[in-house]
Each structure stands twice: as C-alpha cells, then as structure tokens.
C-alpha cells in the first residue's frame, strides 16, 4: 500500500518550534511535489505548503509565510516541515501527500494522493 508515514508532531509552548517528517512508503518522491496540511477539530483540512519535485520551488500559506519551511530529501524519500514560532492557531493534525506538481492550485486537496495518518501538533502553554 502507498502512503506516507507522518512524524514530529507533540506538544510545544507558544512560540516554540517542531520539526515535522513525512516517509514515503511503497514509492519514490522524485517526481512528485509534495504538500503539507493540517485539519483542526471542527474545521476542513487546509494546505501549509508546498514544494515541487524538480526545481525546490516552494509555497505558503500566508499565516506561516516567515514561520515554516518546508523541504525534501528525495534519497530518503522523505518530506520535511520546520515549524518556529509557533502561535496557538497552528495546532492540528499535520498530512502530507503527493501530486505531479504544485501550481497555483496547491492548496487544494484535489489531485494529492498517498495520505498518511497525520501527526497531531499542540500549542499550549
């Protein structure tokens, strides 16, 4: 089965930091971009960011611009996503999928595939 195996997630204070990671299993990332979400109780799953498959070319949404990173290591088959500054409207769980390329249309869902379980983040103090 393919999929991505999600990673990193926990509890973290107010403008702390987490380190996210999305595993391939069952396929290569070399020709796909990759996108992260996140899906807060109550509220429908959004797009984070995005990062193609050949040139690095990243995207954002605007409440992370300055605040995530997002990259890939295509020899590990795995996807990153550095999170600082971490405010209390970011926790949620945290997905990631494939798509052929990200595009004006990254953020939405249509089109990505190969969902992992996610990975629950929480800011509290």
């Known amino acids: 089965q393919l999929h991505f195996v999600e990673s990193g997630g926990g509890l973290v204070q107010p403008g702390g930091s987490l380190r996210l990671s999305c595993a391939a299993s069952?396929?290569?990332?070399?020709?796909?971009?990759v996108g992260w979400f996140r899906q807060a109780p109550g509220k429908e799953r959004e797009g984070v960011s995005c990062i193609s498959s050949s040139d690095g070319i990243t995207f954002y949404e605007d409440s992370v611009k300055g605040r995530f990173t997002i990259s890939r290591d295509n020899a590990k088959s795995t996807a990153f996503l550095q999170m600082d500054r971490l405010e209390p409207e970011d926790p949620a769980i945290y997905y990631c999928?494939?798509?052929?390329?990200?595009?004006?249309?990254?953020?939405?869902?249509?089109?990505?595939?190969?969902w992992g379980q996610g990975t629950q983040v929480t800011v509290s103090s």
């Open positions: 069952g396929f290569t990332l070399d020709y796909y971009a």
């Open positions: 999928a494939v798509r052929p390329g990200c595009g004006r249309t990254w953020s939405q869902l249509r089109g990505y595939n190969y």
